[in-house]
């Protein structure tokens, strides 16, 4: 067979494929089918099931996290020479990343930031920082000289400017004063926005913050960490509805339940009080916080209206309570459940 007859041979196959291609689009009838049709699972269902796969090649697994384990010290050494620590590659991080601040990061104050979750107050994050550095000053200082600090303005009434400014202050003169921030998943649905990851970037410029951080971004010292575990995200897609489950309250309930639990106690008694006055006022549009502050204050549970307030942002931050306006212009609180889930709610967290 020469060439010419080869060519030929190709064209012809090729004119028939198209042929094909065009008679069938012509002749083919169109779906009537809709994807809201699709008769999905129940979420709860669909989680025991994924929950109750068989880990794989554990050996393997377990050899791996050891080989990371041996560079711990080395982790340490990277954050104290100024670079911000990125794990990146296959499976979650969060316990290798929780485990290495438990064992290596011992003489320092560790903030962790879930970026997994809908909604982060960064402000917050940024006061607590700048809490516990001046913690350590004043008690690096007391050490030292024997003489207490100067006293600061409340760092919860100052701005986000002075706040950072504290943060990178050369004033402290105390060099080996430093927090570590951790966060998981940094370009996660609460820190993506531009506002959000230009507060982490400011952060991360501050020269008594030592980072360490999963996820990306161009604004960072990164010493990148190709650190794959292969371990099952179960933590941080507990907060996000599987594509193909129906997205029910015994879902919510559930999620709920796992982030209170993980609360302090008086937390908790301070959801309960929420809680049951919603049960028992059905008809209110919420809570005031003005009343909820005073019930909580008669019971023993927070000391003063800041304490109560950073209960609040812990809720807020879960998606537990939203906000809203009464009739009478007061704001409110109210817990985004049904009444019978916000009963079994309550019934699992005594």
């Given at each position: 067979?020469?060439?010419?007859?080869?060519?030929?041979?190709e064209?012809?196959f090729?004119?028939?494929?198209?042929?094909?291609?065009?008679?069938?689009?012509?002749?083919?009838?169109?779906?009537?089918?809709?994807?809201?049709?699709?008769?999905?699972?129940?979420?709860?269902?669909?989680?025991?099931?994924?929950a109750?796969?068989?880990?794989?090649?554990?050996k393997?697994?377990?050899?791996?996290?050891?080989?990371?384990?041996?560079?711990?010290?080395?982790?340490?050494?990277?954050?104290?020479?100024?670079?911000?620590?990125?794990?990146?590659?296959?499976?979650s991080?969060?316990a290798l990343?929780?485990?290495?601040?438990?064992?290596?990061?011992?003489?320092?104050?560790?903030?962790?930031?879930?970026?997994?979750?809908?909604?982060?107050?960064?402000?917050?994050?940024?006061?607590?920082l700048?809490?516990?550095?001046?913690?350590?000053?004043?008690?690096?200082?007391?050490?030292?000289?024997?003489?207490?600090?100067?006293?600061?303005?409340p760092?919860?009434?100052?701005?986000?400017?002075?706040?950072?400014?504290?943060?990178?202050?050369?004033?402290?003169?105390?060099?080996?004063c430093?927090?570590?921030?951790?966060?998981?998943?940094?370009?996660?649905?609460g820190?993506?926005d531009?506002?959000?990851?230009?507060?982490?970037?400011?952060?991360?410029?501050?020269?008594?913050?030592?980072?360490?951080?999963?996820m990306?971004?161009?604004?960072?010292?990164?010493y990148?960490?190709?650190?794959?575990?292969?371990?099952?995200?179960?933590?941080?897609?507990?907060?996000?509805?599987?594509?193909?489950?129906?997205?029910?309250?015994a879902?919510?309930?559930k999620?709920?339940?796992?982030?209170?639990?993980?609360?302090?106690p008086?937390?908790?008694?301070?959801?309960?009080?929420?809680?049951?006055?919603?049960?028992?006022?059905?008809?209110?549009?919420?809570?005031?916080?003005?009343?909820?502050?005073?019930?909580?204050?008669?019971?023993?549970?927070?000391?003063?209206?800041?304490?109560?307030?950073?209960?609040?942002?812990?809720?807020?931050?879960?998606?537990?309570?939203?906000?809203?306006?009464?009739?009478?212009?007061?704001?409110?609180?109210?817990?985004?459940?049904?009444n019978?889930?916000?009963?079994?709610?309550?019934?699992?967290?005594?």
């Open positions: 067979m020469d060439v010419d007859e080869i060519e030929e041979e064209f012809g090729s004119r028939n494929y198209f042929l094909a291609k065009e008679l069938g689009s012509s002749s083919r009838k169109k779906s009537a089918r809709k994807l809201s049709e699709i008769d999905l699972v129940d979420e709860e269902e669909l989680r025991e099931v994924a109750s796969i068989e880990p794989k090649h554990e393997e697994v377990n050899e791996l996290i050891s080989s990371y384990k041996r560079l711990y010290s080395k982790w340490v050494f990277v954050l104290r020479s100024g670079f911000a620590l990125l794990m990146y590659g296959f499976g991080k969060k990343i929780e485990d290495f601040a438990s064992k290596s990061l011992t003489e320092y104050s560790v903030v962790v930031v879930n970026g997994y979750l809908q909604s982060i107050n960064l402000k917050q994050v940024v006061i607590t700048a809490e516990l550095l001046w913690d350590q000053v004043k008690l690096r200082q007391k050490t030292t000289s024997g003489s207490l600090c100067k006293s600061q303005q760092f919860n009434t100052r701005s986000m400017s002075d706040l950072l400014t504290f943060l990178d202050s050369p004033d402290l003169e105390v060099e080996e430093f927090v570590c921030i951790l966060v998981h998943n940094i370009d996660g649905p820190l993506r531009s506002d959000s990851q230009q507060c982490l970037a400011s952060i991360a410029a501050c020269s008594h913050v030592l980072w360490d951080k999963k990306v971004h161009t604004q960072y010292d990164w990148w960490c190709h650190a794959p575990t292969f371990a099952p995200y179960k933590v941080e897609s507990m907060f996000f509805p599987f594509i193909l489950a129906h997205g029910g309250s879902q919510s309930v999620t709920a339940s796992i982030v209170l639990q993980s609360l302090t008086n937390a908790q008694n301070v959801f309960k009080v929420l809680a049951e006055h919603q049960l028992a006022h059905p008809d209110e549009e919420g809570m005031p916080i003005n009343n909820l502050y005073s019930t909580c204050r008669e019971r023993f549970l927070v000391s003063s209206q800041v304490t109560l307030n950073s209960h609040l942002t812990e809720f807020k931050d879960h998606e537990l309570i939203k906000t809203k306006r009464n009739s009478d212009g007061q704001d409110c609180l109210c817990i985004p459940l049904a019978e889930a916000l009963q079994k709610l309550i019934a699992d967290i005594v």
